[in-house]
């Protein structure tokens, strides 16, 4: 059983449109991430929902928009898609508990985003 | 500021060998925790250990060892009996506690090249 799953793996586009990415988790997790992975390998956090509540946002153009319809999901929307957009997204999730800094993250196969 | 930093872009090492990938990190929260992912080509983030800044012992898992150095801010990933399977990129990652932000960081990663 996929614990973090991610839809489409793959996903070319032309610059201007709006996509989504679904993620969603059947590890009972009620953290969930967006990360941004760009061509050199640099992983970035994007956003972070605890409980379908934001917590982290981190310096993100507003096109992209995160929206959690309950705890096992997190899609990300990006409006307007530019060339810069390109690169792989990662979901992940993770059980937060008050010592947080132990969460131990579980991602997703990753999304390769191209925008042509 | 980095918060993370691999130094080692690439790194070889002989199948059977053992292998060290250095991480250092910094912060001024007592409270932090430490992660290795690994990334094979095919792309997905796979945990691999996790220590916390109040152990007394070092992590292990399997093959896999962190020589954790506090007084020196260094979490370095050990592998003993490499593989041709562990050929990937490694990634230190540090979450700070309640003195801190929460938000996880990424360093830049580690190629790793076993080769037979």
């Known amino acids: 059983d996929t614990a973090v799953s991610q839809t489409p793996k793959y996903l070319v586009t032309q610059m201007g449109n709006d996509k989504s990415i679904k993620c969603e988790q059947n590890?009972?997790?009620?953290?969930m991430y967006w990360y941004k992975q760009d061509s050199k390998k640099f992983l970035k956090i994007m956003f972070s929902?605890?409980?379908?509540?934001?917590?982290i946002n981190e310096t993100v153009p507003n096109r992209f928009s995160p929206k959690s319809p309950d705890k096992a999901h997190l899609n990300l929307h990006i409006n307007s898609l530019e060339l810069g957009d390109s690169a792989v997204y990662f979901c992940?999730?993770?059980?937060?508990?008050?010592?947080?800094?132990?969460?131990?993250?579980?991602f997703g196969p990753g999304t390769r985003l191209l925008v042509l | 500021a980095q918060k993370i930093t691999q130094t080692q872009p690439g790194m070889f090492v002989q199948e059977k060998e053992a292998v060290t990938l250095d991480c250092t990190y910094d912060?001024?929260?007592?409270?932090?925790?430490l992660f290795w992912y690994k990334q094979p080509s095919s792309g997905e983030m796979i945990f691999l250990i996790y220590?916390?800044?109040?152990?007394?012992q070092n992590a292990t898992e399997g093959r896999y060892s962190l020589n954790f150095q506090k007084a020196r801010k260094s979490a370095n990933l050990v592998i003993s009996a490499s593989q041709l399977g562990d050929s990937a990129m490694y990634f230190c990652?540090?979450?700070?506690?309640?003195?801190?932000?929460?938000?996880?960081?990424f360093g830049r990663g580690t190629s790793l090249i076993v080769h037979p």
């Open positions: 992940a999730s993770s059980q937060e508990v008050p010592f947080r800094d132990s969460e131990t993250q579980y």
């Open positions: 590890l009972g997790h009620d953290t």
């Open positions: 929902y605890n409980n379908k509540e934001l917590i």
């Open positions: 912060t001024s929260d007592p409270s932090y925790g």
């Open positions: 220590q916390g800044s109040y152990d007394q």
């Open positions: 990652a540090m979450r700070e506690g309640p003195g801190g932000s929460y938000i996880p960081t």
